[in-house]
């Protein structure tokens, strides 16, 4: 009876090996996708990896930023060049951040979101979530916002260049500043959940 328990014991430790090695090849062949796709087109791992907001997101800041260099560079505007050449650095800045966001929403999913939860050691924990963003009115106000400068962008309004003309380098500098503030606020919030949930 002991060997048969020790041979039955040693099956199951074989097949438990088994199953954490064929997961970890499909752990690592699913990010690997994630980052090819994201590689290709902007977007597409987030999508791959069910962050469908986060992957149109990153889409839809790119064929608007390129309206936008369309639009500054055919109108005939007298057009800041720095603002031009920032418009252009955006593309790149975009297309290497959503290749970091997507390996880091890939290693999230494969340490995290796959886990039990007691297995889950205390620094893995506090880590940000990218999935906690799926849910937030930001995608919406993006989509209403940019939807709007895009018809803007295609209708090309004599009293938006008129206004560009007067106001833009003043509007750039407001939408900086409350950018910065914005993400100045996300980092906060973001210490003091990670600061509570630690002392929890």
Same mark, same amino acid.
């Given at each position: ?41 902007? $977007?597409? &791992?987030? #999508?791959?990896? @069910? ?7 990153? /889409?839809? =800041? %790119? ?38 966001d997507v390996l880091q ?27 906690? $963003?799926? &849910?937030? #009115?930001?995608? @919406? ?7 709007? /400068?895009? =018809? %803007? ?27 910065g503030l914005g993400l ?17």
């Amino acid at each position: 009876m002991s060997l048969l328990q020790q041979q039955s014991s040693t099956n199951k430790e074989e097949i438990q090996q088994r199953k954490q090695r064929t997961r970890r090849f499909f752990t690592r062949k699913r990010k690997f996708i994630a980052g090819l796709f994201a590689a290709l087109l902007p $977007g597409l &791992g987030h #999508i791959y990896l @069910g962050l469908f907001k986060k992957g149109i997101s990153f /889409l839809f =800041i %790119l064929i608007l930023d390129g309206s936008a260099m369309l639009y500054f560079s055919s109108n005939g505007m007298h057009i800041n060049v720095p603002f031009l050449i920032l418009l252009g650095l955006m593309i790149p800045v975009t297309y290497f951040y959503n290749l970091y966001d997507v390996l880091q929403a890939a290693d999230y999913r494969i340490t995290l979101r796959d886990k039990e939860p007691d297995l889950i050691h205390a620094p893995l924990r506090n880590r940000h979530n990218p999935f906690a $963003g799926e &849910g937030s #009115i930001s995608f @919406g106000i993006l989509l209403v916002v940019g939807g709007m /400068l895009l =018809i %803007l962008f295609h209708q090309k309004p004599a009293w938006l260049e008129q206004y560009i003309e007067l106001y833009g380098q003043f509007t750039v500098a407001i939408g900086l500043v409350l950018v910065g503030l914005g993400l100045l606020i996300r980092e906060k919030v973001m210490q003091r959940g990670s600061n509570t949930h630690g002392e929890g």
